[in-house]
Nanobody
Framework: VQLQACGGGLVQAGNSLRLSCVASGRTFSTYGMGWFRQAPGKEREFVAGINWSGSSTYYVDSVKGRFTISRDNGKSTAYLQMNSLKPEDTAVYFC?????????????????WGQGTQVTVSS
């Protein structure tokens, strides 16, 4: 499986960005997807996850109500819509895929990772 993340950029606080993660190499609809982020000097943290059908989603508390994860299995693409961005959201964002089972919140559960896309939010 290859994952290609894109959509990052530099935005002012309060604005929005949508990240995309395009998958290739396996049947996209058979596995869950997640978004993680890593800020300078910090560990990689879970941001959002979505199951294979899109019927279940998971978020870290700090982004609930602001971020929305979704997927389009027909396009083999997962999305992360980020609204009301804050400077503390600044990080490199990674998408990842996981087989069924296991926690969406743990990076160790995920099998394949994209290369990351930089999100910078200015105050």
């Amino acid at each position: 499986v290859q994952l290609q993340a894109c959509g990052g950029g530099l935005v002012q606080a309060g604005n929005s960005l949508r990240l995309s993660c395009v998958a290739s190499g396996r049947t996209f609809s058979t596995y869950g997807m997640g978004w993680f982020r890593q800020a300078p000097g910090k560990e990689r943290e879970f941001v959002a996850g979505i199951n294979w059908s899109g019927s279940s989603t998971y978020y870290v508390d700090s982004v609930k109500g602001r971020f929305t994860i979704s997927r389009d299995n027909g396009k083999s693409t997962a999305y992360l819509q980020m609204n009301s961005l804050k400077p503390e959201d600044t990080a490199v964002y990674f998408c990842a895929s996981k087989p069924r089972g296991g926690s969406y919140y743990s990076a160790a559960t995920y099998e394949y990772w994209g290369q990351g896309t930089q999100v910078t939010v200015s105050s």
